[in-house]
């Protein structure tokens, strides 16, 4: 099984971040990448669809509203890995106005190398990380 987790510090409050990508549901409000989700399942499970109308079914695993975290898995997806589980989190840090977001994941390889895959994810990771930040930081057009 491979790993890997991004991180950045984001210059607005844990609460605020939160607010936008605590919602299992919320990737089209940050993630330019990812233009569509619908809800199924009593909202445990999304449908997403990416920038080339590729289609990518996840499920809800855990929620922890108070320590601002969800955890899920992949049902279908064109990546070449199996047994996905990825957790996003929102932490505090020394200052208020301040936040530490993790996007973190595990996942075995289907016919790449564990370095190629974590690399993939990792890229997947950090730009998200960084459309997050834009998001978060850009002047409302």
């Known amino acids: 099984m491979a790993t890997t987790t991004a991180s950045l510090d984001i210059p607005a409050s ?6 936008l990508i605590g919602g299992f549901d919320s990737l089209p409000d940050w993630l ?3 233009p569509t989700s619908e809800l199924a399942d ?3 499970v999304r449908s997403l669809t ?3 109308g590729g ?3 996840e499920r ?3 929620f922890d509203e108070k320590a601002r975290t969800y955890s899920y898995s992949i049902l279908q997806a064109p990546f070449p890995v199996t047994g996905y589980l990825s957790t996003l989190a929102v932490h505090g840090t020394a200052r208020q106005d301040s936040a530490r977001v993790e996007w973190s994941g595990s996942f075995t390889p289907d016919g790449i190398s564990d370095d190629e895959a974590i690399a993939l994810f990792h890229g997947i990771y950090t730009d998200g990380l960084a459309a997050l930040n834009r998001t978060l930081t850009s002047p409302a057009s």
């Open 14 to 19: 844990p609460d605020l971040v939160w607010q």
């Open 32 to 34: 330019p990448y990812i």
């Open 42 to 44: 009593g909202g445990r």
């Open 55 to 57: 289609v990518i079914v």
């Open 50 to 52: 990416n920038e080339e």
């Open 60 to 62: 809800l695993e855990a």
